[in-house]
């Protein structure tokens, strides 16, 4: 195989609708199709490489004129993916460097979004990378050091059906949540169908006894199974300290309870129980301060936004240095990023909590055969590569899907305007809600 051109003759971005559950979260509740990006190279020598990122406008924006750019580089350039990055100029207007920008994902800053972008064609290169070698994508991050990695069920409070008139689909099978005897009914059908035994709630959606009372349901369900509970900040600082102080003994970690880092400090410093962030520590910028004032202990990395695979290690060596845990954030996602976190995950030693995904929610996806967790753990392929394979018919019916989409309503992620179709007076809460 090798010895045939790694340079790439051709870059191929469909960006798609992909079906997603009426999931609640603080800011309102997820759209019935939510936008990614589906990234393939193609090299000199006949080899496809896939990647995924974010899929909403303003990464398309920027993934369009990067990959022009990528033509005629090699695969094997992945460092100059961030020096070719750092050429693609970003709308101003994008730009924002409050932690609540995005609502749950932390600052907007003009790296974070190039990283986005590169992250996908980070993942596609190396996933033709290894396909020409002959080698799976965890050998090209240094080999892996377990066979299988594990996630955790992602409880949601749900609804049971997105509102009349709005999906083509059928019901998802999934039913409402809205209670804790919902919310233990839906662990146990994620403990059924994929064997998960560690459960994060998202929660900042009611108010947080109620919330508190579903950990506790789910504590007396699951005696002894880690548990996290997720707000994204909706929390004022005592009412952290009120939640960590009544189920901290239950919890595994608390994750993002207050906004920003001075508050997650505050918390970190009256609580007993580890908290985790995927919103005040997005990017390296932001380590020196929440490390220095211990303001997180696990931080949740997502390889799409901190630029890929590479990166991702080198987030997990700088938090081994600095005595905090490193495991991993989640948002909507198809296979092809499922295989991504996996590969990188298999090659991290010290992943000490299971990682988050999306993925079982998501009843479509672009590959040929989906991926199964058993017992909680998605197995680590040694195929070259990512090891999956694009379905091209299904490919084309979400990016139709995309297409048809002329009034733009869906493919900028809004779960506050989602949420607007019920609630005609909602707005996204400020934070803290509570
Ligand atoms: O999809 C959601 O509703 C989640 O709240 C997601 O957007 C978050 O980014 C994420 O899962 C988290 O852990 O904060
Ligand atoms: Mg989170």
């Known amino acids: 195989m090798y010895g045939q051109s790694l340079v790439i003759s051709e870059v191929r971005l469909t960006p798609v609708l992909v079906a997603d559950p009426p999931l609640l979260n603080t800011q309102g509740v997820h759209q019935p199709y939510t936008p990614r990006l589906i990234i393939e190279v193609v090299t000199e020598g006949g080899v496809t490489g896939v990647g995924e990122t974010y899929g909403d406008g303003k990464y398309l924006e920027l993934a369009r004129p990067f990959a022009a750019g990528l033509v005629g580089r090699a695969v094997s350039d992945l460092n100059g993916l961030f020096t070719l990055a750092d050429d693609v100029a970003v709308n101003a207007a994008r730009v924002d460097a409050a932690v609540d920008v995005g609502g749950l994902r932390g600052v907007q800053t003009a790296d974070k979004l190039r990283l986005s972008v590169v992250s996908g064609f980070e993942v596609a290169c190396l ?28 409880l949601f409070y749900k609804r049971a059906e997105h509102p009349a008139g709005t999906v083509s689909e059928p019901d998802d099978g999934w039913g409402a949540a809205l209670d804790p005897a919902g919310i233990v009914a839906q662990a146990r059908l994620f403990t059924e169908r994929h064997g998960f035994t560690s459960f994060k709630l998202k929660g900042g959606v009611f108010p947080p006894d109620e919330e ?62 580890p908290l985790a962030t995927n919103m005040c520590v997005t990017t390296f910028e932001e380590i020196p301060e929440a490390f220095a004032g211990d303001a997180v ?62 993925y079982p929610w998501q009843s479509e996806d672009v590959l ?26 299904k490919l084309a019916a979400l990016h139709a899907r995309w297409l048809d989409d002329g009034f733009r309503a869906l493919r900028e992620r809004d779960d506050a305007a989602a949420m607007r179709v019920t609630d005609p007076r909602w707005v996204a809460p400020a934070a803290p809600r509570w």
């Open 368 to 393: 040929t055969e989906r991926t199964r967790f058993v017992d909680g753990r998605v197995a680590v392929t040694d195929t070259p590569g990512l090891g999956v394979e694009l379905d091209r018919d």
């Open 127 to 154: 996933d033709a990378l290894g396909k020409a070698l002959g080698l799976p994508v965890h050998a090209l991050l240094g080999g892996k050091v377990r066979d299988a990695v594990e996630y955790s069920a992602y």
């Open 212 to 273: 508190i009372a579903a950990v506790r349901a789910l504590a007396e369900a699951f005696p002894g199974a880690p548990l996290r509970l997720d707000p994204n900040g909706a929390w004022s600082v005592e009412t952290s300290l009120k939640v960590a102080g009544e189920i901290g003994d239950v919890l595994e970690y608390l994750e993002d309870p207050a906004l920003g880092t001075p508050a997650m400090a505050e918390v970190a410093a009256g609580a007993s129980v």
């Open 297 to 358: 202990q696990v931080v949740l990395s997502d390889h799409h936004y901190w630029g890929g695979l590479r990166r991702t290690r080198e987030l997990a060596a700088v938090c081994r240095t600095f005595g905090v845990a490193v495991s991993m954030h989640s948002n909507t996602h198809l296979g092809i990023s499922l295989a991504a976190m996996t590969h990188v995950a298999a090659t991290v030693p010290d992943l000490r909590h299971a990682c988050d995904s999306h």
